[in-house]
């Protein structure tokens, strides 16, 4: 029966029923986290031949380097080529990097700010102020790097098709201001989304009153399906932002952080050949290269996009056990009760769950005082301020599945009490 068909009295019986289950619950005395998307030590398990690929001590690139030496501060050809199969561009505009994509957009940014977009440009630094537009929910840490840097952020929600463009193409044409919009296209985190076709052209099409404009493209689950049977597609950003007229107007991030080691993957920036260039120049005085033997050895390892794709499914088989025990859960004991609903992602690190209104804070709460410690409240929304207190990102990837099933029997007795309490109150 749904919550919003029980009169007072029957609604007092199930908070005293709740109560005592989340006692019970509590009385474990566990010590769980769940508040980051981290792989688990059976998916970084699958990587470990990585460690030993160059014990052959054959450290010669295939353009006849000794990757141990310095040089190449492009990155190694064959990493350019690996990203270029995975950005679907030519490997002449990628900038292959360390082992953080997150890294490398701070370091876009800085240069937009100190030094202009492009060649000619005004360095944003000399601006009176500087805004993004922030799809929401979205990716916390995109909202810290846009607080570093003193970015006014202005939130436009989502729907199942991406950013809602109406909204975003008004805003983007008649402020030049609005110097870019960062995001997560495919996979969204933490909501799932993948953005449509049409949304990929609209962005890559719509007028801006700032001609240097940008789109900062974090595609950090573009290879993460979870089923080989049904997965979504993302159009090429590139591609739609050339054929519109603006080719310059996106910079397209990845790594491996999630598909070999967390923290010493290797990333890469795709672009225009204008944007690469420009980066290039001043990537050279900032560095004498990044790490070639890690880019020699993600290389060997994995040689090309069906190298990483077959790595992937192995991937793909540890983590839907762990989806398939959220959404079942979700289903049986929520879904009847009319009070909550959530995306069904077919690939990424995270399943948003949409709570009552003003219920999220107050289930997180719950959750942590009985040991189980979620993403914060608020934080898929800038300065971590959810106007509905209703967004959970639910991070299903790290704990053994057996602690996942203990997670999702608490997080129901959370969500179920903050709705009742929320009635009662009404």
Known sequence: MKYSELDRAQLLRLQEQLRADYQQFAARDLHLDMSRGKPSGEQLDLSLPLLHVLDDHNFIAENGMDVRNYGEYRGIPEARRLFAQIFDVPAEQVLVGGNSSINMICDALKRCFLNGALPGDTP?????????????????????????????????????????????????????????????????????????DEVVRRLAAMPAAAHDFRLIWDNAYCLHHLYDDKRDRLANIYTACEQAGHADRVLMFTSTSKITTAGSGICAMAASPANIEYAASLIMYQLVCYDKLNQLRHCRFLPDLAAVEAHMRRHAAILRPKFDTVLDTLDKEIAPLGIAHWHRPLGGYFVCFYAPDGCAKRIVQLCKDAGVTLTPAGAPYPHGIDPHDNTIRIAPTYPPLEELRQVMVLFVIAVKLAAVEKLLNE
């Open 124 to 196: 944003w630094a000399k601006l009176d102020k500087v805004k993004f537009i922030c799809p929401v929910p979205g990716y916390d840490w995109h909202f810290h790097i846009c607080e570093t840097f003193g970015i006014e952020m202005i939130a436009v929600e989502m729907d199942e098709h991406g950013p809602l463009m109406d909204e975003v193409e008004r805003l983007v044409a008649a402020d030049p201001s609005i110097k870019g919009m960062i995001t997560v296209p495919m996979y969204s985190n933490p909501s799932g989304v993948t953005y449509s």
